[in-house]
Nanobody, 122 residues
Framework: VQLQASGGGMVQAGGSLRLSCAAS????????VGWFRQAPGKEREFVAA????????ITADSVKGRFAISRDNVKNTVYLNMNSLKPEDTAVYYC????????????????WGQGTQVTVSS
């Protein structure tokens, strides 16, 4: 499964964006999906993940209460709704799949595609 993230852009602090993650060529409804981000000069870090059914989600403490992950298996898409954006949220955002339950470890994910740039200005 190869995933593609989209929906990034440039917003002011306090603004909102919704990112989308879609699979190319096949369904990923049987996989957990995670969002990660990578800022310049930093390692890729976990943001949020969702189970294949959408019933279980986990979120990084740094974005809890501001970001929400959801999925629509009919549309074969996973979303990341980002509110109250801060300059420190500036990064390239990636999505990937994982077998089993949602996980925080990047090493359990695969199917990385090109990310989408999110830039938050102060």
């Amino acid at each position: 499964v190869q995933l593609q993230a989209s929906g990034g852009g440039m917003v002011q602090a306090g603004g909102s964006l919704r990112l989308s993650c879609a699979a190319s060529g096949r369904t990923f409804s049987h996989y957990a999906v995670g969002w990660f981000r990578q800022a310049p000069g930093k390692e890729r870090e976990f943001v949020a993940a969702i189970s294949w059914s959408g019933s279980d989600t986990i979120t990084a403490d740094s974005v809890k209460g501001r970001f929400a992950i959801s999925r629509d298996n009919v549309k074969n898409t996973v979303y990341l709704n980002m509110n109250s954006l801060k300059p420190e949220d500036t990064a390239v955002y990636y999505c990937a799949v994982s077998s089993g339950s949602p996980q925080r470890s990047i090493y359990l994910y695969y199917g990385w595609g090109q990310g989408t740039q999110v830039t938050v200005s102060s």
